[in-house]
C-alpha cells in the first residue's frame, strides 16, 4: 500500500469552479509535505511545500491546507482556468538522513470550458 | 535559460541495448536526482547526487549506473534494457538536500524511453 493515497484519481469541473483535491497519508516521522503540478508531457512543478507547523500555504489560486494530526492534506484551487488541467502530485518527505519522499499517484484534473 | 535539461526527449530503442541518458542544470544546486514515471504515473526516485557524491540509491537493477562529472551534470547510463524499463525519467536538481522546508525541487522535461 502506497503511502500516500490521494483522491479522488480524476476530476472533470468547468472553467471558473473552484475544487478541492485530497491528499491522505501515513509517512513517518513526517518532515514536510508538498504539491506539485505537472502538465502533460513535462516535468513536475512545485506549487507548495509546508512543515510540520504550517497548516496552510496559498500560491495565487492554489491553496494547501494541512493537518498533521489526522495526516491530511488537501490543494484548494480557485477560480480554476483551462491551464490548470494537468495532474497534482502530492509528496511528503521523512525525516531521516536522505530525507525519503513519498510520491502519491496524482490527481487528473480537466477543467472544460 | 532553461534551468534544467536533458537529451534526448524521445528514446526508442531495441531491448538488450545499453542507452544512456543526459542531465545538465545551470542552477548552481548541490543536488541532482533521477526518478522513473511508470504508466501509472507514479514517480519513484532511483538516485541522489549530492556535489558529485550519491546519497540516495533506491533499488533499482544495478543495469542503471548513475555518473556524475559534475556537479551540473548527471548522466543515467542503461545496459541491457528490457521492455519493463519503458517509462519517462525525470532529472531533477535542488540547491542542497531535498526534505528541508526550503528546498524546492526543479524538474526536467523528461525523457521518454520505449524499449521494444
Known amino acids: 500500500k502506497n503511502q500516500v493515497e490521494q483522491s479522488p484519481q480524476s476530476l472533470i469541473i468547468l472553467e471558473g469552479k473552484n475544487c478541492t483535491l485530497q491528499?491522505?497519508?501515513?509517512?513517518?516521522?513526517?518532515?514536510?509535505l508538498r504539491w506539485y503540478k505537472q502538465d502533460t508531457g513535462r516535468g513536475p512543478v512545485s506549487l507548495t511545500i509546508?512543515?510540520?507547523?504550517?497548516n496552510t500555504k496559498s500560491n495565487g489560486r492554489y491553496t494547501a491546507t494541512l493537518d498533521a494530526d489526522t495526516k491530511q492534506s488537501s490543494l484548494h484551487i480557485t477560480a480554476s482556468q483551462l491551464s490548470d488541467s494537468a495532474s497534482y502530485i502530492c509528496v511528503v518527505s521523512a525525516r531521516g538522513n536522505n530525507n525519503d519522499m513519498r510520491f502519491g499517484a496524482g490527481t487528473r484534473l480537466t477543467v472544460k470550458p | 535559460d532553461t534551468a534544467v535539461s536533458q537529451t534526448p526527449k524521445y528514446l526508442v530503442t531495441q531491448m538488450g541495448n545499453d542507452k544512456s541518458i543526459k542531465c545538465e542544470q545551470n542552477l548552481g544546486h548541490d543536488t541532482m536526482y533521477w526518478y522513473k514515471q511508470d504508466s501509472k504515473k507514479f514517480l519513484k526516485i532511483m538516485f541522489s547526487?549530492?556535489?558529485?557524491?550519491?546519497?540516495i540509491n533506491e533499488t533499482v537493477p544495478n543495469r542503471f549506473s548513475p555518473k556524475s562529472p559534475d556537479k551540473a551534470h548527471l548522466n543515467l547510463h542503461i545496459n541491457s534494457l528490457e521492455l519493463g524499463d519503458s517509462a519517462v525519467y525525470f532529472c531533477?536538481?535542488?540547491?542542497?538536500?531535498?526534505?528541508?522546508?526550503?528546498?524546492?525541487?526543479?524538474f526536467g522535461p523528461g525523457t521518454r524511453l520505449l524499449v521494444l
Open positions: 491528499c491522505n497519508y501515513t509517512v513517518s516521522p513526517f518532515s514536510n
Open positions: 547526487y549530492n556535489n558529485k557524491e550519491l546519497i
Open positions: 509546508m512543515t510540520f507547523s504550517e
Open positions: 531533477a536538481s535542488s540547491p542542497t538536500r531535498t526534505g528541508l522546508a526550503s528546498e524546492t525541487q526543479y
